[in-house]
T-cell receptor, first 116, second 113 residues
Framework: EVQLVETGGGLILRGGSLKLSCAVS????????MSWVRQAPGKGLEWVSV???????YYADAVKGRFTVSRDNSMNKVYLQMYSLGDDDTAVYYC????????????WGQGALVNV | DIVMTQSPDSLAVSLGERATINCKSS????????????LAWYQQKPGQSPKLLIY???TRESGVPGRFSASGSGTDFTLTISSLQPEDVAVYYC?????????FGQGTRLEIK
């Protein structure tokens, strides 16, 4: 069974840092493209970042230079390190699998709330 | 960047009736070399994570009921629920994956009339 479990969310002061983790079971993160998608309270979905199977990373303009996505192949985890957090970063952050690397998100975690 | 715009923002439909949600992209999301349209639809029920319903504009994800269908080409797309069920109450999002940054529509809230 596939599971994605995000942890590390919480209440953080403006300008602070936070690191989210996504523990994956049921598939190997290093063989897949993994994205983070966020959702501000009562708002829609916003793509944040992706880490490719080859290790390349890409970010939305809103977080470029402040967020870093990484993974630990031995732990089968994906991370999102967030710096210089502002009010606009308040959201539920979802870890997702990008099927085939095309941008089709077939598995989603339950989300982690970051409250700035 | 490609902008996705859905209409309407909210919709109330009677049980058993048809629900139609529209999505428009600011530029084509059809890739000629692959002959594929880079559009997906997601369903998000209250308090839950989004769920993939449709990809490549019209391919239903495994396990998705047959009452869900989608169509469209170029820049205009439609998600149709042929006979609305109580469990279909949700917010529905379209998404383009033709080009980074990946973009979602603003969502359409579907309720029972």
């Amino acid at each position: 069974e596939v599971q994605l479990v995000e942890t590390g969310g919480g209440l953080i002061l403006r300008g602070g840092s936070l690191k989210l983790s996504c523990a994956v079971s049921g598939f190997t993160v290093s063989n897949n493209y993994m994205s983070w998608v966020r959702q501000a309270p009562g708002k829609g979905l916003e793509w944040v970042s992706v880490i490719y199977s080859g290790g390349n990373t890409y970010y939305a303009d809103a977080v470029k230079g402040r967020f870093t996505v990484s993974r630990d192949n031995s732990m089968n985890k994906v991370y999102l390190q967030m710096y210089s957090l502002g009010d606009d970063d308040t959201a539920v952050y979802y870890c997702t699998r990008d099927r085939s690397g095309d941008g089709i998100f077939d598995y989603w975690g339950q989300g982690a709330l970051v409250n700035v | 960047d490609i902008v996705m715009t859905q209409s309407p923002d909210s919709l109330a439909v009677s049980l058993g009736e048809r629900a139609t949600i529209n999505c428009k992209s600011s530029q084509t999301i059809f890739f000629t070399s692959s002959n594929k349209t880079y559009l997906a639809w997601y369903q998000q029920k209250p308090g839950q994570s989004p769920k993939l319903l449709i990809y490549w504009a019209s391919t239903r994800e495994s396990g998705v009921p047959g009452r869900f269908s989608a169509s469209g080409s170029g820049t205009d797309f439609t998600l149709t629920i042929s006979s609305l069920q109580p469990e279909d109450v949700a917010v529905y999002y379209c998404q383009q994956y033709y080009r980074t940054p990946i973009a979602f529509g603003q969502g359409t809230r579907l309720e029972i009339k």
